[in-house]
């Protein structure tokens, strides 16, 4: 039976009725069977258990008109910073034409104590990015002098349909990729800044939740939560409170904030880590821009953390 005549035949069964569209329905599917059994040897046959290509959409922000961009702060000074722990975050973006980071520079000149390096992507090519480039950075971190950290890159439901499934299977790779998140470097964290199309907020707190759940199991430390206000403002409407015992990593960026965020919202401004610009100017970094973070709290403090 070729393509016309099948769709021929389900145009008559529309047409029908009651019994007469119960017995329809049954030719036709042996009719089908037949089809699929005369089939030529070595022709792809779909079935019902192969799976259906998915692709990710994100819903994560309205759409329109982008607005002017005003650039923030280029370095630490620029916020208001001086006597701080200094850190930077990077990804597959900072190495242009696969150029090194030169980490032994972050120490000496700007001072940075520590480096959170993408580890790993819920989606594929952001993953294979990631685990390119996660080895080759942490190595020249530590040999740097720097405290390497790890954050993976949420895609929800990316990985399996189950939202429970998926965030332990996203939690795994997480724990893998960022070589187990060790005593000595920071806790792994959960870059959340993704929406998926046709998820509610709800549905995706309790991904969330699940994944840093999971991901406290495998490395037996407390997980770190990266997100940003807007982010912030919708798990507050869906009820995360309970999210605020994972330490903050806050995207909040402005001159004019200083040097406090006032981030209110759920953790109630006690945040652990503030990515205060994505505009920093860092020679040693290859990139035209660099995202500068600081940590609340002394040197000592900063020890000890990553050292429980």
Same mark, same amino acid.
């Given at each position: 039976?070729?393509?016309?005549?099948?769709?021929?035949?389900?145009?008559?069964?529309?047409?029908?009725?009651?019994?007469?569209?119960?017995?329809?329905?049954?030719?036709?599917? @042996?009719?089908?069977?037949?089809?699929?059994?005369? #089939?030529?040897?070595?022709?792809?046959?779909?079935?019902?258990?192969?799976?259906?290509?998915?692709?990710?959409?994100?819903?994560?922000?309205?759409?329109?008109?982008?607005?002017? !961009?005003?650039?923030?702060?280029? $370095?630490?000074?620029?916020?208001?910073?001086?006597?701080?722990?200094?850190?930077?975050?990077?990804?597959?973006?900072?190495?242009?034409?696969?150029?090194?980071?030169?980490?032994?520079?972050?120490?000496?000149?700007?001072?940075? $104590?520590?480096?959170?390096?993408?580890?790993?992507? /819920?989606?594929?090519?952001?993953?294979?990015?990631?685990?390119?480039?996660?080895?080759?950075?942490? #190595?020249?971190?530590?040999? /740097? /002098?720097?405290?390497?950290?790890? !954050?993976? !890159? #949420?895609?929800?439901?990316?990985?399996? $349909?189950?939202?429970?499934?998926?965030?332990?299977?996203?939690?795994?790779?997480?724990?893998?990729?960022? +070589?187990?998140?060790?005593?000595?470097?920071?806790?792994?964290? @959960?870059?959340?800044? +993704? @929406?998926?199309?046709?998820?509610?907020?709800?549905?995706?707190?309790?991904?969330?939740?699940?994944?840093?759940?999971?991901?406290?199991?495998?490395?037996?430390?407390?997980?770190?939560?990266?997100?940003?206000?807007?982010?912030?403002?919708?798990?507050?409407?869906?009820?995360?409170?309970?999210?605020?015992?994972?330490?903050?990593?806050?995207?909040?960026?402005?001159?004019?904030?200083?040097?406090?965020?006032?981030?209110?919202?759920?953790?109630?401004?006690?945040?652990?880590?503030?990515?205060?610009?994505?505009?920093?100017?860092?020679?040693?970094?290859?990139? $035209?821009?660099?995202?500068?973070?600081?940590?609340?709290?002394?040197?000592?403090?900063?020890? +000890?953390?990553?050292?429980?």
């Amino acid at each position: 039976m070729n393509l016309l005549e099948r769709q021929d035949l389900w145009r008559e069964i529309a047409t029908c009725d009651g019994q007469m569209r119960r017995i329809a329905l049954a030719i036709a599917g @042996l009719l089908v069977i037949g089809a699929i059994s005369n #089939a030529p040897a070595g022709a792809s046959v779909p079935t019902a258990s192969e799976p259906v290509a998915y692709k990710y959409r994100s819903c994560s922000y309205p759409k329109g008109k982008p607005g002017e !961009y005003k650039p923030n702060a280029a $370095s630490w000074k620029a916020q208001g910073f001086a006597d701080v722990v200094k850190g930077i975050d990077i990804s597959v973006w900072q190495h242009p034409d696969n150029q090194p980071i030169d980490f032994a520079a972050l120490k000496s000149e700007y001072d940075v $104590s520590f480096v959170v390096i993408k580890a790993s992507d /819920g989606g594929t090519r952001g993953n294979d990015n990631a685990k390119k480039w996660f080895p080759i950075d942490s #190595a020249a971190a530590r040999a /740097g /002098g720097l405290v390497v950290g790890a !954050y993976h !890159y #949420a895609q929800p439901g990316n990985m399996d $349909s189950n939202t429970i499934t998926d965030a332990k299977l996203q939690a795994k790779r997480a724990v893998e990729q960022a +070589e187990g998140a060790k005593v000595g470097d920071l806790p792994l964290s @959960l870059d959340v800044e +993704e @929406l998926p199309c046709g998820w509610t907020i709800q549905r995706l707190a309790k991904w969330t939740s699940a994944f840093l759940v999971e991901a406290e199991a495998l490395t037996g430390r407390t997980p770190i939560i990266y997100t940003n206000g807007t982010f912030i403002a919708r798990l507050q409407d869906a009820g995360a409170t309970d999210l605020s015992r994972y330490p903050l990593w806050l995207a909040k960026w402005g001159p004019k904030l200083g040097t406090d965020p006032k981030e209110m919202r759920i953790w109630n401004n006690d945040w652990l880590i503030w990515q205060f610009t994505a505009d920093g100017k860092v020679s040693a970094v290859p990139s $035209s821009t660099t995202d500068l973070n600081v940590f609340k709290g002394t040197p000592e403090e900063f020890q +000890e953390f990553v050292n429980r």
